[in-house]
Structures are given as C-alpha cells and as structure tokens.
C-alpha cells in the first residue's frame, strides 16, 4: 500500500482535470465573503519538482501539463488553471508542480481552513514541511492528519462554517478504495448533504472502477460527471488511459466551462483515435438547484498574463 508517492504522477493527464477542475470550484467557494473548510482525504506531498528524480523517470508530465504549456487560447478552464501553476513558478519556467493542498492554500482566504489526510509517513512529513516552510501556513488554518482519510473524514462533518469541499483523491491502487470512496461519501452525505465533494477516478479495465462510477450516479443527489479518455485501453488490461471526476453538488459554473475545456482537452491531451471525453448529471432535472445559487457574483477568470514558456527542464534533486 505504501509503494504509490504521487511524485511519479505529478502533472500528468488526471492531474490536468483533477486540478483545472478544483481551481474551477475554489474560485466559485471564494465569490462569496463566507468562509469555507478544504478537507483532502488524500493529500499527497503537496508540491512537486517536475525537474526531479521521480517526474523525471516516469515522464509524465509530458503527457499533461507540457502539453498545455505555450497554448494559444486556451479555454477559460484551463487559462485559469495555468495561471495558478504560473504563480507558483515565478520565473517562467513550469518546474513546481503544486498538488490538491498547495492548490487549495493558494485559493484559501485567512479564514478559511484546510484540513488534510496523508497516511504515507514520508509523505505526511514532506507535506508538513512544505505547508509550513515553502507555503508559510499556519498552524490554526492548516492541519495536517498522518491518518486514515476515510475515517477521519467522519469527525470533520459538518464543518463548522457550514461551506466546504471534500476531495476524495485516493491512488486506488489497493481495489478496496473503490468501495471507501462510496461509502465515505455516502456517509458524508448524511453528515454534511449540501457540502461539494469532489472525487478522483481512474479510468482503467477494472470491474471495481466501473461498478464505482455507476453506482455514485445513482446517488439521489445533484452531481457532474466529467470524464476524458486519452487513449485506447491497452491489450494486456494495464495502466490508466484516462481518468474521471465526479462532482457532487457542483456549482452551477462548472458545467458550462467544462464543456467547453472538455473538447479542448481532449484535442491537446488526446493520443490516439479513442480520445473522448463525456460530461454527465442526473437525468431528472431537480428545478431550482441553480436558483439556490447565487449567480449575481460571476466573475469572468482574469486573462493570462503570459503563458509558460515549454522549456526543456535540467534534472535537480529538490
Ligand atoms: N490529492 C493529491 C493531489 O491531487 O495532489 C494526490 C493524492 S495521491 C493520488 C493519494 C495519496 O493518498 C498518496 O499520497 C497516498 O500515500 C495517500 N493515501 C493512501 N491511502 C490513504 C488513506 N487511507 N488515507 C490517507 N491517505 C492515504
């Protein structure tokens, strides 16, 4: 269980949606003056070298972010999403890739709080370390669980200022996290019903994953489902060609970006005559959702200040 480190992974293809998508909802959280809680059952290391030993080996990002970098006209979706990766790379070349904690930190307002699981030892050190030393948090608004998230999500809800999202971002590697995953949310449903959560997939050739994703879209709440292909399924049943994010009472914004980010990416991310994308909600409209919420503080994402130059980047160790 303890053999996943996301360093291999950071800014590859899920990371792309998993995140454009969480900058989408936390600038939503941030129109209004209310504050909000994060909780992320599984943090990770929180901030990444893509010019490290681990990005390096895998290459992964290669098949993400650098493929967005440079582009021209990019959907509102991800323009916004690049510019946070921007802030976070200052000197114009993508070297750091900030994950699901950094990302939320970055977004968070001082009374706003943010509350995250990791149960890798080492990565629940190296998260610790970079929460307080590289992102300066303290330690009244970021608490850091070396626990695990399934569980402790249950003590966090309701969070107490009533706003919050729940990201529910497990490796699945051990199959049994598909059957967490469902039953986390249902039962953090019960604690919290109008809390936005907000959960990774694979898109692999597992029975466990498919049953997972059918059996959260008949859940009887307001959900998205956003997903994109990025290659054929490969012969021998391995490894990932794509990945998926459900989204349970979405704001009402993400639909529209999504669809148009979703044909976007999958042109820019897409390796293959399989790439798709599909972007789906409960089949029964539940009429006035949207009218709960408010839309009178819709904020267009501010322009690009310059894309990040695709630079070819020299291996360090951080
Ligand atoms: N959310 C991160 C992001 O977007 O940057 C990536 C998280 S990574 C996919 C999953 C992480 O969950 C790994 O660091 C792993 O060590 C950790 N993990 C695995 N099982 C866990 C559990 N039951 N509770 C908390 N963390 C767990």
Redesign the pocket.
């Known amino acids: 269980?303890?053999s996943?480190r996301?360093a291999f992974h950071a800014g590859n293809h899920a990371?792309v949606l998993?995140?454009a998508i969480l900058v989408q909802v936390l600038d939503y959280f941030n129109r209004k003056d209310n504050p909000y809680w994060v909780i992320?059952?599984?943090?990770?290391?929180g901030l990444y070298a893509l010019d490290g030993d681990w990005a390096g080996q895998s290459g992964e990002v290669t098949e993400g972010l650098d493929r967005l970098l440079g582009a021209t006209q990019p959907p509102a979706l991800i323009e916004r999403y690049l510019h946070v990766i921007q802030d976070f790379n200052p000197d114009g070349v993508a070297n750091l890739y900030p994950?699901?904690?950094c990302l939320a930190l970055h977004a968070m307002r001082p009374d706003d709080r943010l509350r995250l699981?990791?149960?890798?030892p080492t990565?629940g050190q190296v998260l610790e370390d970079t929460l307080r030393q590289q992102m300066r948090a303290s330690r009244r608004q970021v608490a850091v669980a070396r626990e695990?998230?399934?569980a402790g999500l249950k003590r966090l809800l309701p969070p107490p200022p009533r706003r919050g999202l729940i990201?529910i971002?497990?490796?699945y590697e051990n199959k049994q996290d598909y059957r967490h995953v469902l039953q986390a949310l249902k039962d953090g449903l019960q604690r919290f019903a109008q809390g936005c959560f907000v959960i990774w997939y694979p898109l692999v050739q597992r029975v466990q994953a498919h049953e997972m994703v059918r059996a959260l879209e008949r859940l009887p709440v307001d959900w998205l489902n956003a997903s994109l292909t990025i290659r054929k399924p490969s012969a021998d049943g391995l490894g990932m060609h794509g990945s998926g994010m459900f989204v349970v009472n979405p704001p009402w914004t993400l639909e529209a970006e999504l669809r148009a980010a979703l044909p976007w990416l999958q042109a820019t991310l897409g390796q293959d005559e399989q790439a798709k994308f599909s972007l789906t909600r409960p089949t029964q409209a539940r009429p006035g959702k949207e009218a709960e919420q408010d839309e009178s503080d819709f904020r267009e994402p501010p322009p690009a200040r310059h894309a990040l130059p695709r630079q070819k980047r020299s291996p360090s160790r951080r």
Do not use: I, Q
């Not at 992320?40 to 290391?45: P, S, V």
């Not at 699981?117 to 890798?120: A, Q, S």
């Open positions: 269980m303890f996943y996301h990371d998993k995140h992320d059952t599984h943090a990770g290391a994950g699901s904690p699981f990791e149960l890798h990565e695990d998230g399934f990201l971002d497990p490796s």
